[in-house]
């Protein structure tokens, strides 16, 4: 979708929105997967509301985006336009254990930031993909380390409501890849309160985690992270694996042969071979094992 109306174009520059127009989130998602719309990054948390209901007002559809990571976006021109949050300097105060974290900082980076400040706790996550917003929407984990155990108050946008509140770790329900935020949520800024632990001993954790990951994903390559939730006292990869079925592909959509439960774009997969390599193995493991595999990867389409 294409914003041509020269009045709200005017408007979202004067509510500090930076426009891209026509941009591939082929560009953006880690899937390098995705059609093309204008991109309106947001510069002014405060100016949210206002930026909804210009779009609303004016019948243009919308979604928010984050960092792309977790995420598999449809081909082609897509029929709304994207939000993203622009990334402040700094993105990430220190002030004694609590870190203030915006939305739009990459989580690795604020993982080792924090480290430097001897804050640990985090380590296991310093390989996982993505900002911290998208991290505190699906809860994000990791050999035994979760975000949301650390969460102690999130400053969100809320779709139904349409305003921005402070939100109390408490009143956050974290599980398993799932958090009780809704889909029309926009994560905005987050006060993790993180132990204290020397530094030398947050980097000694920080590489153990890298081994594993180095050992066992397919870094380097166009991934999404795990594509399927394991289901209770299962594992989604080992029973794709114990199919045979790394390596599988539809067109450049491939199983990867390093970790069964990450699929790759090898080359210039489409939305569409994405989703029927996502199909076809759900249905086999469905058959096989009886389990209904759920996506953990968030799927938009068109």
């Given at each position: 979708m294409r914003i041509e109306d020269k009045k709200?174009?005017?408007?979202l520059l004067d509510l500090g929105v930076e426009l891209k127009s026509d941009a591939s989130l082929t560009d953006i998602t880690y899937l390098g997967i995705g059609g093309t719309t204008d991109l309106l990054r947001l510069t002014r948390h405060e100016s949210i509301p206002e930026v909804v209901k210009l779009l609303e007002a004016n019948g243009i559809p919308f979604k928010f985006l984050g960092g792309g990571s977790n995420l598999l976006v449809a081909d082609n021109v897509l029929p709304w336009v994207v939000m993203q949050l622009a990334q402040p300097d700094?993105?990430?105060?220190?002030?004694g254990?609590?870190?203030i974290v915006d939305a739009a900082a990459d989580l690795g980076k604020t993982v080792t930031l924090c480290a430097k400040h001897d804050l640990g706790g985090m380590e296991g996550l310093i390989g996982v993909p993505g900002t911290v917003g998208g991290a505190l929407r699906m809860n994000a984990g990791a050999y035994g380390i979760q975000i949301g155990n650390y969460v102690r108050e999130?400053?969100?946008y809320r779709g139904g409501a349409r305003s921005i509140e402070i939100l109390k770790g408490d009143q956050i329900s974290f599980e398993y890849r799932h958090t009780s935020f809704a889909p029309d949520d926009m994560m905005l800024a987050v006060k993790l309160e993180l132990p204290s632990k020397p530094f030398r001993e947050i980097l000694q954790g920080i590489r153990i985690c890298n081994e594993k990951?180095?050992?066992?994903?397919?870094l380097g390559q166009k991934s999404a992270g795990c594509i399927f939730k394991?289901?209770?006292?299962?594992?989604a990869g080992r029973m794709i694996d114990e199919l045979g079925l790394k390596g599988l592909s539809v067109g450049d959509a491939r199983v990867s042969d390093r970790h069964a439960n990450f699929f790759v774009n090898a080359g210039k997969a489409s939305a569409k071979d994405?989703?029927?390599l996502i199909t076809d193995v759900r249905e086999r493991v469905q058959k096989a094992y009886g389990f209904e595999l759920e996506n953990?990867?968030?799927?938009?389409?068109?």
């Open positions: 709200v174009l005017a408007a700094p993105d990430v105060v220190i002030e254990n609590i870190a999130v400053k969100v990951r180095r050992a066992s994903q397919p394991n289901p209770p006292g299962a594992s994405m989703l029927a953990e990867v968030v799927v938009w389409n068109a």
